[in-house]
């Protein structure tokens, strides 16, 4: 009889380790596909902030619809001529709610004016907020942390669990810039001996925040003629101020040392003209200043913008791209002439 009973329960013991790893493992194995393959959707304060990826028109009504969004924060900038973008300002649209665009990078530091816009949206937006950037990973999660610690009570390490590998970030290669991040947060509350707050995040982030040697302020020493001649070339000469606490390292090479980059844009992209200068072997200290000059090519008539900023080609290893600038500087030199 004994035997009898302990049958079913030995077959049911037998299976219970099999059905465990199972469960176990389907969890991680469904995290998976919702972030790779899904809208990697999630709260991160309920009632007030939600992140996802890039939603096609019909998820973003669903999103909207669901949470109650009141401002969608699209992080991945202005880009008019895509279809996504093109979608989004659509359903966005139709639906009633504001849409706040920043353009932040998922491979450098972030942009000093664009991380104060930031700021100025969370503070001031109509909530819920829906947050997104492509794969709803490192950038979606990066404003995440800051929307957490801007408007909760969340420490810095609750707060920088919205970069966990459940949510797709993975702190290697140039996404780990967006760690580096808050661990320049922390180590300015370390070596001032003080805890996180609301306050002093936010602060820290509008008048202090250093991203990194090239931090920089540029000025016009010889600006572009307000009017060119159809088949002639010309060349500004922009002056670069260092305002980091480190020097610059100007060379000569390609993938090494702080370049000056610009581009020519017309009405349609991609850039009409482009390339990089300061190709030299200089050091310039901070509260340093650089002239570099700019040439620009031969343009067909029409209406150009001229663009300015700054690339630290440092360990980066790959080639100046049109419209992928590596910005660490502050907001962009730009200036506006007319070829006839």
């Not at 810095?156 to 580096?180: F, K, M, S």
């Not at 390339?275 to 901070?286: I, L």
Request: with cysteine; hydrophobic share 40%; aromatic share 10%.
């Amino acid at each position: 009889m004994s035997t009898l009973l302990s049958s079913p329960r030995l077959r049911l013991r037998r299976l219970f380790w099999p059905a465990l790893a199972v469960v176990v493992l389907a969890w991680p194995v469904f995290e998976m596909c919702r972030v790779y393959g899904g809208l990697n959707d999630h709260t991160v304060i309920p009632g007030r902030v939600y992140r996802s990826a890039q939603p096609d028109p019909r998820e973003m009504r669903e999103l909207v619809a669901r949470h109650s969004v009141r401002t969608v924060l699209n992080l991945r900038g202005t880009t008019p001529w895509d279809g996504w973008y093109q979608g989004e300002c659509g359903a966005t649209a139709a639906a009633g709610v504001s849409q706040e665009d920043v353009t932040l990078s998922a491979h450098t530091l972030p942009f000093p004016a664009e991380l104060r816009r930031v700021v100025e949206v969370l503070d001031r937006t109509e909530y819920p907020v829906l947050v997104h950037c492509k794969q709803g990973a490192d950038r979606t999660g990066m404003v995440s942390a800051m929307a957490l610690l801007l408007h909760t009570d969340a420490t810095l390490t609750e707060a920088r669990r919205q970069l966990w590998p459940r949510y797709g970030h993975w702190p290697v290669a140039r996404t780990a810039n967006i760690d580096r991040f808050f661990d320049l947060y922390e180590q300015v509350l370390a070596a001032e001996g003080v805890t996180h707050t609301p306050d002093r995040f936010r602060r820290w982030v509008q008048n202090e925040y250093c991203p990194g040697p090239a931090r920089s302020q540029l000025n016009w020493a010889k600006a572009p003629p307000a009017e060119v001649e159809e088949g002639t070339t010309f060349t500004a000469v922009v002056r670069c101020e260092n305002r980091s606490e480190t020097p610059w390292e100007l060379k000569p090479g390609h993938f090494a040392g702080v370049h000056v980059c610009y581009a020519v844009y017309g009405e349609k992209p991609p850039a009409a003209w482009e390339g990089r200068a300061g190709f030299r072997q200089e050091r310039v200290p901070p509260g340093g200043v650089v002239e570099v000059p700019i040439p620009v090519g031969r343009l067909k008539p029409g209406a150009y913008r001229l663009v300015v900023e700054l690339h630290d080609a440092t360990g980066a290893g790959i080639p100046f791209r049109t419209q992928s600038f590596t910005k660490f500087g502050d907001d962009s030199l730009v200036a506006e002439f007319v070829v006839q």
